[in-house]
């Protein structure tokens, strides 16, 4: 009993682990409280990735914020960063690789289909060859023509 409970608070303890060492995610804010950030001087460094229409920026006392704007406010946004004197760096996510996993099971449903096809070849050519109980029908042990025939 106490072993049970004991590998049950394991597993517990060791599935919420994973979610206690993840990294916090930065916090977002509007994008209304961005611009007026920027006109008071206290954005220091903005990223802005244009593929997702979102800004991360660190402000003057260390901390990250991460804003999403509306495509039709990318210019504006980035010429009030240009003239408070913050250069924006332009990034974009990484392009996700392709995942391998469906070529794979393709493959591998292709091979289990030929291993298939070759055990039922197997199967229907050696179902047919089955001896008789008298031997096979060439054999000198069997005659051709019945014993008891008379002429």
Known sequence: MRRTLTLIALVCLLSVAP???AAPAPPTESYASLVHQIDSGQVTV??????THDIRVTLKDGTEQLVSYPPAEHKVLVDSLIHH??????TKHKAAVKAAHHVLRYIAA????VLLLIGVGVWTYTRGQHPTVGGSPGSPDTPDTPANTEI
């Open 85 to 90: 004197g913050i250069k924006p760096v332009y």
């Open 46 to 51: 903005a990223h802005v990735n244009e593929l």
């Open 110 to 113: 292709g091979v289990v289909v």
């Open 19 to 21: 979610l206690a060492l």
